[in-house]
């Protein structure tokens, strides 16, 4: 699942200022759930009547109130579950303003529901919201916050998260890794829970050209969308098969749910089995991907019901862990990543409000700061071809062993997911090149393809975006190991990848703080994007893996990643 809105870079000023004076505290390894003192990008339009400077204020002065509310029930400097007792939280929580309460409970749709029901009022005062959030737990009022309520009112709800085997806040130490819950087929259930009267579940044909169509539609008016509403991820139907019909793909894992009346398709939710190495074990998981629901459904609990249904699916085929992302806290995030953005076409991003025009700045400097040259760069670079198949995959295999999870893929896995090919319909979903010196693969890196549709802008409908999937280097695999060459060579290949993206035409080249992206993504000039990601298995406890930055959401090179893990 991706974050709870699309990712877009943070004004460079406004991060600047709080990383230095706020000493922001943000999910990583050791964390165990998000800080919201995350600045969020200025208007880079700056055509409304406010000057660049007024906007950045105001985002500073809404995301410091922000943070100050989530301080007062955290604590600066403790993560949830470990230095704050449930006694600081009355504490904290009678120390809260109307105001601040009221801002709070705003941040997190799923707790403000709960409150609502459980007060018997759609619209509780303050006090009352005070005296429901006194009789709950700190690990139940944190989860499902995130920076954007967006999407979050289903997905945050702790009372169903309660009810399913995955780890909680609060625990605390070195944990014994492996599975939660056991179960056998015989204990699930064979049929699908009832919906609401009006609708029903349906199994999507993705080879259908008109149902993957369907999928494609909802995916395009009711997929993530930025805070703002001016970006929504949009998926084309060659993606969509490319990400949801790897090899081992199962129809019944394109789950969808339609109005009986209409035969509209108005929520949709799928999965694709991979084999996930955790450590030094591998584990059988459904990847699950793609929950969108129309958002005049939303808040009618349709999430968990969606997710208990590829649950079900999954262990009649005696899958019984699951891998997802999402952008808002749940319970427990293994890891957590930040987004980072590289313009490719700087001016087309800020026309469209992407990306902000940093203080006393001009677009001609920022054009000039972020062109590249025509030509790559690097000696035996070139397009990966199905002949290099084993020897992509032999590198991918001893280059990712460094990383505590990572899918293990097979064969056939590996050249769908990595050998480029042009699609009938003239689209390109993956490209990968290959770097053979001596008639040996001695390299290689790889990136996709997911258009954003540009919302309500005159001048243009979408950006095109890369998105760095995987790469490998003999560099890394030296044996004494030598950090500073793979420095080097991960920032020359990575340039080059640049270029070649933006000889494709892309407008902008997005990656996690993951794997051993720290290395390159500052000298790259990649910028901190205001989008987080966190990682969680399904029935499994799983100790913390490191997400590649440190507890003030900076690039941490000293540590790295665990990661190796990239979902479409």
């Known amino acids: 699942m991706p974050p709870p809105s699309e990712s877009k870079p943070v004004d460079p000023v406004v991060e600047e200022t709080d990383a230095k004076l706020k000493g922001k505290q943000v999910a990583t390894a050791e964390s165990e759930s998000e800080d919201d003192d995350e600045p969020t990008a200025a208007d880079a339009g700056a055509d409304a009547g406010h000057t660049e400077q007024t906007d950045q204020k105001k985002k500073k002065k809404k995301k410091s109130k922000r943070s100050k509310i989530k301080e007062a029930l955290t604590g600066k400097s403790s993560s949830v579950g470990a230095g704050s007792s449930e006694a600081d939280l009355q504490k904290a929580i009678s120390s809260l303003t109307p105001e601040q309460i009221q801002e709070f409970i705003s941040l997190n749709p799923a707790l403000a529901r709960e409150v609502a029901e459980a007060s018997g009022s759609a619209n509780p005062s303050a006090d009352e919201a005070a ?133 509209k398709l108005v929520a949709f939710i799928s999965a694709i089995p991979v084999n996930l190495r955790v450590r030094n074990k591998n584990v059988m998981c459904s990847e699950v991907n793609f929950l969108s629901i129309h958002k005049k459904l939303r808040g009618k609990r349709l999430t968990p019901v969606l997710i208990k249904e590829i649950t079900r699916r999954s262990n009649l085929n005696e899958i019984w862990q699951g891998l997802y992302t999402a952008g808002v806290v749940l319970p427990k995030p293994v890891s957590t990543c930040r987004y980072y953005h590289r ?28 062109a590249l040259p025509e030509s790559t760069a690097t000696k035996g670079l070139r397009a990966m071809e199905e002949k290099d198949l084993d020897a992509v995959m032999d590198l991918y295999k001893r280059y990712t062993a ?52 540009a919302i309500g802008n005159a001048k243009h409908s979408v950006i095109k975006v890369a998105y760095m999937f995987y790469y490998g280097s003999e560099v890394g695999i030296r044996d004494p190991s030598d950090k500073p060459a793979l420095k080097l060579r991960l920032n020359e290949l990575i340039h080059d990848a640049l270029i070649l993206a933006k000889r494709f035409k892309f407008d902008v080249f997005n990656a996690l703080s993951l794997m051993d992206n720290a290395l390159f993504l500052e000298q790259q000039k990649f910028g901190g994007g205001d989008g987080q990601l966190h990682y969680y298995l399904f029935n499994y406890r799983l100790n913390p893996i490191s997400g590649g930055v440190d507890r003030k959401n900076q690039l941490d090179e000293v540590n790295l990643s665990g990661i190796g893990t990239v979902m479409p």
């Open 402 to 453: 460094r990383y505590d999870m990572v899918p293990d893929y097979s064969r056939e896995e590996a050249y769908h997911w990595f050998v480029p090919k042009i699609e009938p319909s003239g689209e390109q979903v993956v490209w990968t090149y290959v770097v053979e010196e001596n008639g040996k693969i001695t390299d290689f890196f790889s990136f996709f393809s997911i258009e954003s549709s």
């Open 343 to 370: 313009a490719l076409n700087w001016q087309k991003l800020y026309e469209v409000g992407f990306s902000p025009l940093p203080a006393n700045s001009k677009p001609q400097y920022q054009v000039r700061k972020y």
């Open 131 to 263: 005296n429901q959030l006194r009789k709950m737990k700190l690990q139940d009022i944190m989860t499902g916050l995130a920076a954007s309520g967006k999407n979050a009112k289903d997905m945050g709800s702790y009372k169903f998260w309660q009810t399913q085997p995955v780890p909680r806040f609060g625990e605390e130490g070195q944990l014994e890794e492996g599975p939660l819950r056991a179960q056998t087929v015989d204990d699930v259930s064979k049929e699908p829970a009832p919906l609401v009267a009006g609708f029903e579940w349906v199994t999507m044909d993705l080879t259908n050209d008109d149902e993957i169509k369907e999928v494609y539609e909802l995916l395009n008016g009711h997929y993530v969308e930025d805070d703002e509403a001016m970006f929504r991820f949009n998926y084309s139907p060659s993606i969509l098969r490319w990400a949801m019909m790897p090899p081992g793909w199962k129809k019944e894992y394109h789950v969808g749910v339609r109005a009986i009346q209409s035969r």
